[in-house]
């Protein structure tokens, strides 16, 4: 099979263009309406990618990788995403190029432009991404800044409605950093519905910014955000369980304090008995096997990480025919 994008995700008549602007740089952006489609979308994908069905609606689309941070599912979710659509991918590190030796963003990104339909970055700051968005002609699509990462966490949402049938309603429990994977979950519950209890130490809390406006979205979804100290009530009755590394990429000088406020944190045996006993355990990975998550309960029957892993490539093909799928392609 072939065509447009418009056979997976249905344009809306009254606007040619994606409905959450140019770029993907956090959850907070997207529309909830919006969210369900891509969430509609990505299980489409996944069914027409089961039946062998071939779909390649980006024929000539060229989407570049821009990584400041090593990745593996991101990064080859992507490639092989934009590759299955019918386009192609370029990664590019950002020690090789110019940038490394001082050409600026606001060049790189105009000339990038130029060559290519789409860029993914990942990168330290937040604003770094932005800057990258705002002088770039061509969608940005975050691929992790150390404030969100919400590719991955768009992705768990297809995870969670596969295993629960439904996200309004449920209850997640984080455990552990209060980090970029964390804010982005508090964006996309407050989104959908969900609610949130994260059970993190002082000085690890998620970012008060994110936390404020998602307050204010989770006010008309009727969702509830909670903030603990205490482990056992973030994860109490949770539908589902989700934990994430302690030392996130870019924090290694902080090791020995980050293991040792963190550890009363590790998402273990006895801290899952405090959730439903249908529960999901849910980590976006890599893990670190002994310190945030046992080895039973990462490798166990309630954990979902390879389907959440999985569900990257199929939520991000989605995102990419949102962002790109509209523009005219090169050469037709
Ligand atoms: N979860 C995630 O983003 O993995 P990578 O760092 O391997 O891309
Ligand atoms: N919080 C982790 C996520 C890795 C995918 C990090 O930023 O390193």
């Known amino acids: 099979m072939s065509g447009r994008s418009s056979r997976v995700i249905p344009r809306r008549s009254h606007s040619s263009g994606p409905a959450f602007g140019k770029d993907l740089l956090t959850v907070g952006a997207i529309p909830r309406s919006e969210i369900v489609r891509l969430l509609r979308a990505a299980a489409r994908l996944k069914t027409m990618q089961r039946q062998g069905v071939s779909y390649q609606p980006l024929l000539g689309t060229t989407l570049g990788l821009l990584f400041e941070k090593p990745s593996t599912r991101t990064r080859v979710s992507f490639e ?5 659509l019918g386009g192609q991918s370029l990664f590019l ?8 030796r001082g050409e600026s963003i606001a060049d790189t990104a105009r000339m990038l432009s130029l060559y290519m339909d789409g860029l993914v970055i990942r990168t330290y700051d937040h604003a770094i991404a932005e800057e990258w968005a705002r002088h770039a002609t061509i969608p940005v699509i975050n691929g992790l800044t150390d404030l969100c990462h919400p590719c991955q966490v768009l992705s768990d949402l297809l995870t969670i409605s596969e295993k629960k049938g439904s996200l309004k309603g449920l209850k997640i429990g984080y455990v552990g950093d209060g980090n970029n994977v964390a804010n982005s979950l508090i964006e996309a ?3 959908v519905g969900m609610s949130i209890s994260l059970g993190c130490p002082s000085g690890y809390e998620p970012d008060q910014r994110i936390l404020d406006l998602a307050r204010e979205e989770a006010a008309l979804t009727r969702a509830t955000i909670e903030i ?3 482990p056992h009530v973030a994860v109490k009755e949770a539908d ?3 934990t994430d590394v302690w030392i996130s990429m870019g924090r290694e000088r902080e090791q020995s304090r980050r293991l040792k406020a963190l550890a009363p944190y590790q998402l273990n ?12 355990v849910m980590h976006c990975l890599p893990a670190h096997r002994g310190q945030e998550i046992t080895a039973g309960v990462l490798d166990g029957p309630q954990s979902v990480v390879v389907e959440q892993a999985e569900n ?15 523009k005219k392609v090169k050469g037709k």
């Open 80 to 84: 092989a995403g934009i590759n299955q």
């Open 93 to 100: 590190s950002a020690t090789d190029i110019q940038l490394s």
């Open 269 to 280: 045996e006895r801290l899952l008995s405090r959730a439903r006993r249908d529960a999901i």
């Open 312 to 326: 990257r490539l199929h939520m991000q093909k989605a995102i990419l025919l949102e962002l790109l799928g509209g």
């Open 240 to 242: 589902v369980v989700y």
């Open 189 to 191: 519950t407050a989104k």
């Open 228 to 230: 603990t100290e205490n």
